[in-house]
């Protein structure tokens, strides 16, 4: 089945200059990259992000982490598309926890456990298609991909939008 999956390489990853070698390793996919920006992770996109986990006591830390407070960096974010995305990118992601997961996946290669205890996991990659629909849509526009992954609509924009001049 053709599916799209969200990654995106955390602050940690840029920090630790390993986009390069994240990028290598998803490579053995043979997925396409279909859309590639470098984003400063607002609160709202945060929440909106790991929303399902509000609840959770390492909630607050997993925002300032993914906002790049603790790493003063931004994040990477890409869509992958093709057969299977979804499961092949969480196979070379690796579990959740960077202790646990496999020692030759990303996150058991490059992970670790905070002494706060937030999992610093290097790489986010979404678990299902409803979840890879949703995060998809928060973190990019359809202009910024280069396929038509979902239904669209145009709108007349009222607010001012900058343009090259
Ligand atoms: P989750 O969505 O459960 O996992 P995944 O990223 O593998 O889909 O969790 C989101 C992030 O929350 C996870 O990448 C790291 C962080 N996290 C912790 O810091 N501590 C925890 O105990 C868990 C479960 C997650």
Not at 8 to 31: A, C, F, H, M, W
Not at 53 to 78: C, R, T
Request: glycine share 4%; charged share 30%; with cysteine.
């Amino acid at each position: 089945m053709i599916q799209q999956t969200l990654i995106l390489i955390k602050p940690d990853g840029l920090k630790k200059s390993l986009t390069g070698n994240v990028l290598t390793r998803l490579s053995e996919t043979k997925l396409d990259i279909v859309a590639a920006s470098i984003v400063k992770v607002s609160r709202d996109l945060a929440e909106k992000h790991y929303m399902s986990l509000k609840d959770k006591p390492f909630f607050d830390d997993l925002l300032k982490y993914i906002m790049g407070e603790y790493h003063k960096k931004k994040v990477m974010a890409l869509v992958y598309w093709g057969e299977d995305a979804i499961q092949k990118v969480r196979a070379i992601c690796g579990s959740t926890n960077p202790e646990e997961a496999d020692p030759v996946s990303i996150r058991g290669s490059y992970g670790r456990i905070t002494t706060k205890g937030v999992y610093e996991n290097v790489i986010h990659a979404s678990a299902n298609e409803q979840d890879a629909e949703r995060e998809i849509k928060l973190w990019f526009q359809p202009d910024n991909i280069i396929v038509d992954l979902y239904p669209t609509k145009t709108v007349k924009e009222a607010t001012p939008r900058r343009v090259w001049a």
